[in-house]
């Protein structure tokens, strides 16, 4: 028997859960003290994740991390307006459903269901407005870049700005890898 490579599981893991979703792009332009990204759009991947029944969440952190995205954490989404400074996130909805409000106050609401993916570029602000009692999300970072948490504050806003121009692109999508859409979106 000869020996399978070592990524023959991911390779399997991968084929059989990541679809050929829709893919949204949203440009949020500062809202007050939040600071959004005018460069990186907030990106949507609808029904991009066909999850298996039985623990999905590991599903979906074993895609991360041969994607190169970690520091993968599973919960919910703040019912508070926040946003990260020093690093890009991915929330993976691998339960239930929920209403999310991005780029502060006069952002936009989208409802994301299992399956669904959201890349947020650093500075883009994210809050649960109302979900199922089972919605979960598993999020994880680009390797190498290490959160911070803002709240939209006068007192944070200028040195969130000047993080927020310092954050590398992401070596590879989430999701797909290093073919991924993300590289088609995302350039400084």
Not at 91 to 115: E, F, P, Q
Request: hydrophobic share 35%; net charge negative; aromatic share 10%.
């Amino acid at each position: 028997m000869g020996m399978v490579p070592r990524n023959a599981d991911f390779e399997s893991t991968r084929d059989k859960i990541v679809k050929i979703g829709r893919v949204e792009q949203f440009l949020l332009k500062k809202d007050g003290f939040i600071p959004n990204n005018d460069k990186l759009p907030l990106l949507v991947y609808k029904n991009a994740l066909e999850l298996p029944i039985s623990d999905p969440a590991s599903a979906i952190e074993k895609i991360l991390k041969m994607n190169g995205w970690g520091s993968a954490w599973r919960n919910s989404i703040y019912n508070f307006h926040h946003y990260h400074s020093t690093a890009h996130e991915i929330l993976a909805v691998y339960s239930g459903s929920a209403r999310v409000l991005l780029g502060g106050d006069s952002g936009i609401t989208l409802n994301v269901h299992k399956g669904d993916v959201l890349i947020i570029p650093a500075g883009v602000a994210h809050k649960n407005l109302g979900s199922e009692e089972h919605f979960k999300v598993v999020g994880a970072y680009p390797e190498g870049q290490n959160w911070d948490m803002n709240y939209g504050g006068e007192e944070e806003h200028h040195k969130a700005e000047d993080n927020i121009k310092q954050v590398p692109l992401p070596k590879t999508d989430p999701i797909y890898g290093e073919e991924g859409p993300l590289k088609n979106f995302w350039s400084k």
